[in-house]
């Protein structure tokens, strides 16, 4: 229900993030059903490009009854299919022996956020993922760190966001001790006001009370439909704020930037349709326009392009560095 099948890549984050602690290798399935030629090599090249070391083109229920193939009516497909195998098997050796470069800035993923949140409609967890793919728009590559990585992780990373609610209390102390060091911290609404416990994180930072206004819903069919209640810098304020809506903080050496709405959830909801790129969504310049001059000010890109809806992905290795485009234009 993403609206945009580009949200498919923030799936790959996490994963290879929780497979990194060991060393594990991951794969993906890239779902046919529904996706037409362009799609399938936009799905496949992006799973390329965020770390997956395999990749299984297919279907699911009920159309795999039939014992004929439910795609050999569809000779289109193949093509897409044959393009990415032969090129990815000139270089697979390269390939295999690469790794994602470290992302530009961190995400992170507060377990203890998400299970505070089970049974409700977690506005923090749907802001998440669409702050992913505004960042991904800004030409920003971030990585995601859990909770349990933070010790030992973000001492590797100069800007954080975090816009979950409840943050476990010693992992609030390392952010909080990262930011006077220099780092940069952003926060979004009501982000990391409490702990484990549903107790107020003792952070002394000034946070101005959080009114929540309506339900998220799925971007595709609720999010899409809820009531705008203001707007600042050309971005509506929708779901729940707390003014003001931009405000920021030095702490020690470091900085936090705070948002006193969702901008993600905003820009997921307003991308329009356009029929002649295959039904992909263009996206509102506004939203963009901000984070490049304040919440990214001062931040290091590695690789960049020129339109917002080609996906860059970077590939490290001994034998190669690898660019990989995903191409939703």
Same mark, same amino acid.
């Given at each position: 229900?993403?609206? $945009?099948?580009?949200?498919?890549? @923030?799936?790959?984050?996490?994963?290879?993030?929780?497979? #990194? @602690?060991?060393?594990?290798?991951?794969?993906?399935?890239?779902?046919?059903?529904?996706?037409?030629?362009? &799609?399938?090599?936009?799905?496949?090249?992006?799973?390329?490009?965020?770390?997956?070391?395999? &990749? +299984?083109?297919?279907?699911?229920?009920?159309?795999?009854?039939?014992?004929?193939?439910?795609? #050999?009516?569809?000779?289109? @497909?193949?093509?897409?299919?044959?393009?990415?195998?032969?090129?990815?098997? /000139?270089?697979?050796? /390269?390939? =295999?022996?690469?790794?994602?470069?470290?992302?530009?800035?961190?995400? =992170?993923?507060?377990?203890?956020?998400?299970?505070?949140?089970?049974?409700?409609?977690?506005?923090?967890?749907?802001?998440?993922?669409?702050?992913?793919?505004?960042?991904?728009?800004?030409?920003?590559? #971030?990585?995601?760190?859990?909770?349990?990585?933070?010790?030992?992780?973000?001492?590797?990373?100069?800007?954080?966001?975090?816009?979950?609610?409840?943050?476990?209390?010693?992992?609030?102390?390392? *952010? %909080?001790?990262?930011?006077?060091?220099?780092? $940069?911290?952003?926060?979004?609404?009501?982000?990391?006001?409490?702990?484990?416990?549903?107790?107020?994180?003792?952070?002394?930072?000034?946070?101005?009370?959080?009114?929540?206004?309506?339900?998220?819903?799925?971007?595709?069919?609720?999010?899409?439909?809820?009531?705008? +209640?203001?707007?600042?810098?050309? %971005?509506?304020? *929708?779901?729940?704020?707390?003014?003001?809506?931009?405000? $920021?903080?030095?702490?020690?050496?470091?900085?936090?930037?705070?948002?006193?709405?969702?901008?993600? =959830?905003?820009?997921?909801?307003?991308?329009?349709?356009?029929? $002649?790129?295959?039904?992909?969504?263009?996206?509102?310049?506004?939203?963009?326009?901000?984070?490049?001059?304040?919440? =990214?000010?001062? *931040?290091?890109?590695?690789?960049?392009?020129?339109?917002?809806?080609?996906? &860059?992905?970077?590939?490290?290795?001994?034998?190669?560095? @690898?660019?990989?485009?995903?191409?939703?234009?």
């Amino acid at each position: 229900f993403g609206r $945009t099948q580009q949200i498919n890549s @923030i799936h790959f984050d996490p994963m290879r993030s929780a497979c #990194s @602690i060991r060393g594990i290798p991951f794969g993906v399935y890239c779902i046919l059903c529904g996706c037409n030629e362009w &799609l399938i090599a936009c799905k496949a090249y992006m799973a390329l490009g965020r770390g997956a070391k395999s &990749l +299984y083109f297919f279907n699911y229920g009920p159309r795999y009854a039939p014992s004929s193939d439910y795609n #050999s009516h569809r000779p289109e @497909i193949f093509a897409p299919i044959r393009h990415f195998a032969y090129s990815v098997g /000139e270089y697979e050796k /390269e390939i =295999l022996a690469a790794k994602c470069a470290k992302g530009d800035a961190a995400i =992170l993923v507060g377990v203890t956020g998400d299970i505070w949140q089970i049974g409700e409609d977690s506005e923090y967890g749907m802001e998440r993922s669409a702050l992913s793919l505004l960042l991904r728009h800004c030409n920003v590559r #971030s990585d995601v760190l859990g909770e349990d990585m933070v010790k030992k992780e973000l001492s590797r990373y100069r800007m954080l966001f975090v816009t979950d609610r409840n943050v476990r209390a010693d992992v609030a102390r390392e *952010i %909080m001790a990262w930011t006077r060091r220099g780092g $940069t911290l952003c926060l979004g609404p009501n982000a990391m006001t409490a702990d484990e416990a549903g107790r107020p994180l003792g952070t002394a930072l000034p946070r101005p009370e959080y009114v929540k206004r309506q339900k998220v819903g799925r971007p595709k069919f609720e999010l899409v439909r809820r009531e705008v +209640y203001d707007s600042f810098e050309g %971005m509506d304020v *929708i779901v729940g704020s707390a003014k003001p809506y931009w405000n $920021t903080l030095r702490v020690g050496r470091g900085e936090v930037r705070m948002l006193g709405f969702f901008p993600g =959830l905003d820009y997921w909801k307003r991308g329009v349709a356009d029929e $002649t790129a295959h039904g992909l969504l263009r996206f509102p310049e506004a939203h963009r326009e901000f984070f490049k001059r304040e919440v =990214l000010k001062g *931040i290091r890109r590695r690789a960049v392009t020129s339109d917002p809806l080609v996906e &860059l992905s970077l590939l490290e290795g001994e034998r190669a560095d @690898i660019l990989v485009f995903s191409n939703w234009n």
